[in-house]
């Protein structure tokens, strides 16, 4: 499990209802985050979104989170499942959750 030291990068967390947490400090591997935070809950379908550092961005798709609570040994901590999406599927559905909050506040039923 990744210490401290090793939670370099930065995500935001953008949930299904058009919540964005942002600033928070992860470990981003090829196949899983590591998000060391107890204060936020992660589903199914959220989006995290890391910024390179040539200021590309890395969208991924949260497959399964799991979440282990503080222990005497470990800190609370989610391992999330993630799934890498394209640049154009990840902004589709950027773009579709934000819609849909503005149709929702509108007053405007979403399709």
Not at 8 to 32: F, Q, T, W
Not at 41 to 46: F, S, V
Not at 69 to 94: C, D, M, P
């Amino acid at each position: 499990m990744p210490d401290l030291s090793m939670m370099g990068d930065r995500v935001s967390i953008l949930k299904r209802n058009g919540v964005r947490i942002d600033e928070v400090n992860a470990c981003v591997l090829r196949d899983m985050i590591i998000i060391k935070r107890s204060d936020m809950i992660i589903e199914m379908g959220d989006l995290i979104i890391r910024q390179a550092s040539n200021k590309d961005n890395e969208i991924y798709e949260v497959l399964k989170p799991v979440f282990f609570k503080e222990s005497q040994f470990f800190t609370a901590s989610y391992h999330i499942e993630i799934k890498r999406l394209s640049v154009f599927e990840g902004e589709n559905i950027i773009q579709d959750i934000t819609q849909n909050i503005y149709a929702i506040s509108a007053g405007v039923n979403p399709v």
